[in-house]
Protein backbone atom coordinates (compact mmCIF):
# COMPACT_ATOMS: atom_id res chain seq x y z
CA UNK A 1 0.00 0.00 0.00
CA UNK A 2 2.91 2.67 0.92
CA UNK A 3 4.33 1.56 -2.63
CA UNK A 4 1.30 2.75 -4.47
CA UNK A 5 0.31 5.83 -2.37
CA UNK A 6 4.39 6.76 -2.84
CA UNK A 7 4.15 6.32 -6.57
CA UNK A 8 0.82 7.68 -7.19
CA UNK A 9 1.79 10.93 -5.39
CA UNK A 10 5.09 10.86 -7.69
CA UNK A 11 2.80 10.43 -11.01
CA UNK A 12 -0.04 13.19 -9.58
CA UNK A 13 2.77 15.67 -9.49
CA UNK A 14 5.27 14.78 -12.40
CA UNK A 15 2.40 13.73 -14.76
CA UNK A 16 -0.62 16.05 -13.44
CA UNK A 17 -2.68 15.58 -16.57
CA UNK A 18 -2.67 11.74 -16.03
CA UNK A 19 -5.99 10.41 -13.91
CA UNK A 20 -4.52 8.11 -11.59
CA UNK A 21 -8.09 7.43 -9.74
CA UNK A 22 -9.80 6.78 -13.30
CA UNK A 23 -7.18 4.29 -14.59
CA UNK A 24 -6.58 2.19 -11.20
CA UNK A 25 -10.50 1.94 -11.07
CA UNK A 26 -10.57 0.25 -14.57
CA UNK A 27 -7.34 -1.69 -13.71
CA UNK A 28 -9.01 -3.04 -10.63
CA UNK A 29 -12.40 -3.74 -12.36
CA UNK A 30 -10.42 -5.89 -14.97
CA UNK A 31 -8.61 -7.78 -12.27
CA UNK A 32 -10.30 -8.60 -9.47
CA UNK A 33 -11.76 -11.48 -10.95
CA UNK A 34 -8.76 -13.16 -10.96
CA UNK A 35 -8.54 -12.51 -7.16
CA UNK A 36 -10.37 -15.42 -5.77
CA UNK A 37 -8.72 -18.28 -3.51
CA UNK A 38 -9.22 -20.96 -6.11
CA UNK A 39 -6.32 -19.13 -7.48
CA UNK A 40 -4.08 -20.06 -4.70
CA UNK A 41 -1.88 -23.14 -5.65
CA UNK A 42 -3.01 -26.12 -4.47
CA UNK A 43 -0.63 -25.97 -0.66
CA UNK A 44 0.83 -23.31 1.39
CA UNK A 45 4.48 -23.94 0.02
CA UNK A 46 4.08 -23.66 -3.68
CA UNK A 47 1.90 -20.08 -3.02
CA UNK A 48 4.85 -19.03 -1.28
CA UNK A 49 7.36 -19.76 -4.11
CA UNK A 50 4.55 -18.59 -6.11
CA UNK A 51 5.03 -15.14 -4.20
CA UNK A 52 8.79 -15.29 -4.42
CA UNK A 53 8.06 -14.66 -8.39
CA UNK A 54 6.26 -11.98 -7.79
CA UNK A 55 8.17 -10.19 -5.22
CA UNK A 56 11.43 -11.21 -8.08
CA UNK A 57 9.22 -9.27 -10.85
CA UNK A 58 8.90 -6.20 -8.74
CA UNK A 59 12.70 -6.08 -6.96
CA UNK A 60 14.38 -6.12 -10.67
CA UNK A 61 12.12 -3.83 -12.29
CA UNK A 62 12.38 -1.44 -10.01
CA UNK A 63 16.22 -2.43 -9.57
CA UNK A 64 16.56 -1.30 -13.39
CA UNK A 65 13.64 2.00 -13.36
CA UNK A 66 16.36 3.41 -10.58
CA UNK A 67 19.66 2.58 -12.66
CA UNK A 68 17.90 4.41 -15.62
CA UNK A 69 15.82 6.82 -14.28
CA UNK A 70 17.34 10.39 -14.85
CA UNK A 71 15.10 12.26 -12.36
CA UNK A 72 16.78 12.12 -9.02
CA UNK A 73 13.07 11.15 -7.09
CA UNK A 74 12.14 8.57 -9.19
CA UNK A 75 15.35 7.06 -8.97
CA UNK A 76 15.44 6.99 -5.59
CA UNK A 77 11.74 5.98 -4.63
CA UNK A 78 12.78 3.07 -7.14
CA UNK A 79 16.10 2.08 -5.65
CA UNK A 80 13.77 2.02 -2.04
CA UNK A 81 10.56 -0.14 -3.24
CA UNK A 82 12.94 -2.25 -5.23
CA UNK A 83 14.85 -2.97 -1.65
CA UNK A 84 11.36 -3.33 0.16
CA UNK A 85 10.73 -6.19 -2.23
CA UNK A 86 13.91 -7.89 -2.13
CA UNK A 87 12.73 -7.63 1.89
CA UNK A 88 9.19 -9.20 1.52
CA UNK A 89 11.26 -11.81 -1.17
CA UNK A 90 13.26 -12.90 1.65
CA UNK A 91 10.15 -13.08 3.97
CA UNK A 92 7.86 -15.44 1.69
CA UNK A 93 11.06 -17.74 1.29
CA UNK A 94 11.57 -18.06 5.05
CA UNK A 95 7.80 -19.01 5.25
CA UNK A 96 8.10 -21.59 1.73
CA UNK A 97 10.63 -23.27 4.27
CA UNK A 98 8.69 -23.67 6.82
CA UNK A 99 6.03 -25.20 4.71
CA UNK A 100 8.60 -27.24 2.59
CA UNK A 101 9.44 -29.08 5.88
CA UNK A 102 6.10 -29.87 6.42
CA UNK A 103 4.71 -30.85 2.78
CA UNK A 104 7.56 -32.00 1.55
CA UNK A 105 7.02 -30.54 -2.45
CA UNK A 106 8.86 -32.13 -5.51
CA UNK A 107 11.41 -30.02 -7.20
CA UNK A 108 9.39 -30.62 -10.28
CA UNK A 109 6.37 -28.76 -8.68
CA UNK A 110 8.28 -26.06 -6.97
CA UNK A 111 9.35 -25.63 -10.45
CA UNK A 112 5.83 -25.72 -11.97
CA UNK A 113 5.12 -23.05 -9.38
CA UNK A 114 7.73 -21.05 -10.28
CA UNK A 115 6.41 -21.47 -14.17
CA UNK A 116 3.35 -20.61 -13.77
CA UNK A 117 3.32 -17.73 -11.84
CA UNK A 118 5.64 -16.43 -14.37
CA UNK A 119 3.34 -16.72 -16.94
CA UNK A 120 0.09 -15.55 -15.21
CA UNK A 121 2.41 -12.00 -14.13
CA UNK A 122 2.82 -11.76 -18.44
CA UNK A 123 -0.95 -12.62 -19.30
CA UNK A 124 -2.59 -10.62 -16.62
CA UNK A 125 -1.12 -8.74 -14.14
CA UNK A 126 0.98 -6.33 -16.74
CA UNK A 127 -1.67 -7.12 -19.05
CA UNK A 128 -4.78 -4.98 -17.67
CA UNK A 129 -2.14 -2.26 -15.65
CA UNK A 130 -1.11 -2.02 -19.46
CA UNK A 131 -4.62 -1.28 -20.76
CA UNK A 132 -5.32 0.64 -17.63
CA UNK A 133 -2.66 2.48 -18.99
CA UNK A 134 -3.78 2.79 -22.48
CA UNK A 135 -7.57 3.37 -21.89
CA UNK A 136 -7.06 6.48 -19.75
CA UNK A 137 -4.81 8.18 -22.27
CA UNK A 138 -6.75 7.12 -25.38
CA UNK A 139 -10.49 8.23 -24.57
CA UNK A 140 -12.36 6.85 -27.38
CA UNK A 141 -9.89 4.97 -28.82
CA UNK A 142 -10.54 0.83 -28.74
CA UNK A 143 -8.01 -1.22 -27.19
CA UNK A 144 -6.76 -4.17 -28.40
CA UNK A 145 -4.57 -6.84 -27.84
CA UNK A 146 -2.12 -5.80 -30.63
CA UNK A 147 -1.22 -2.52 -28.30
CA UNK A 148 0.11 -4.46 -25.67
CA UNK A 149 2.12 -6.84 -28.02
CA UNK A 150 3.34 -3.64 -29.12
CA UNK A 151 4.26 -2.65 -25.78
CA UNK A 152 5.83 -5.63 -24.33
CA UNK A 153 7.79 -5.73 -27.76
CA UNK A 154 9.35 -2.51 -27.27
CA UNK A 155 9.72 -3.01 -23.60
CA UNK A 156 11.93 -6.09 -24.17
CA UNK A 157 14.30 -4.20 -26.65
CA UNK A 158 14.60 -1.68 -24.24
CA UNK A 159 15.83 -3.97 -21.63
CA UNK A 160 17.43 -6.64 -23.15
CA UNK A 161 20.65 -5.36 -21.83
CA UNK A 162 19.50 -3.57 -19.04
CA UNK A 163 17.47 -5.93 -16.57
CA UNK A 164 19.45 -7.21 -14.04
CA UNK A 165 19.37 -11.06 -15.45
CA UNK A 166 21.85 -12.63 -12.89
CA UNK A 167 19.76 -11.16 -9.66
CA UNK A 168 16.83 -12.35 -11.33
CA UNK A 169 17.64 -15.47 -11.86
CA UNK A 170 19.23 -16.25 -8.24
CA UNK A 171 16.17 -15.18 -6.80
CA UNK A 172 14.15 -17.52 -9.47
CA UNK A 173 16.76 -20.54 -8.32
CA UNK A 174 16.44 -20.37 -5.17
CA UNK A 175 13.51 -22.15 -3.59
CA UNK A 176 14.77 -25.18 -6.33
CA UNK A 177 17.41 -25.81 -3.66
CA UNK A 178 19.87 -26.49 -5.67
CA UNK A 179 23.69 -27.64 -4.14
CA UNK A 180 25.40 -24.28 -3.87
CA UNK A 181 28.31 -25.48 -6.47
CA UNK A 182 25.61 -26.56 -9.22
CA UNK A 183 23.39 -23.18 -8.40
CA UNK A 184 26.99 -21.11 -9.22
CA UNK A 185 27.63 -23.47 -12.38
CA UNK A 186 24.32 -23.04 -13.84
CA UNK A 187 23.83 -19.35 -13.10
CA UNK A 188 26.33 -17.81 -15.93
CA UNK A 189 24.61 -20.48 -18.53
CA UNK A 190 21.32 -19.28 -17.12
CA UNK A 191 22.05 -15.63 -17.16
CA UNK A 192 23.10 -15.74 -21.08
CA UNK A 193 19.94 -18.51 -21.77
CA UNK A 194 17.63 -15.53 -20.58
CA UNK A 195 19.78 -12.49 -22.42
CA UNK A 196 19.70 -14.77 -25.51
CA UNK A 197 16.00 -15.17 -25.07
CA UNK A 198 15.25 -11.80 -25.23
CA UNK A 199 17.42 -10.54 -27.82
CA UNK A 200 16.48 -12.77 -30.57
CA UNK A 201 12.66 -11.90 -28.70
CA UNK A 202 13.17 -8.50 -29.78
CA UNK A 203 14.72 -9.29 -33.43
CA UNK A 204 12.01 -11.55 -33.81
CA UNK A 205 9.27 -8.86 -33.51
Given at each position: MQHGAALKRYVETAWPDFDWDAAY???????????????????RALEMVARCVVETGTATFYRM????SPDPVLKRLAAEISTDEVRHYKHFYRYFLRYQALERPSRAAVMRALWNRAAEVESEDAFYA???LFVARNPGIEFRRSDYAAY???VVQFARRRFPHAMAVKMLLKPL??????GRAMLPAITSATRLFMRLYAEKA
Open positions: RNFLADYSPFCTLDRLAETLSELFKARDGGLNAMV
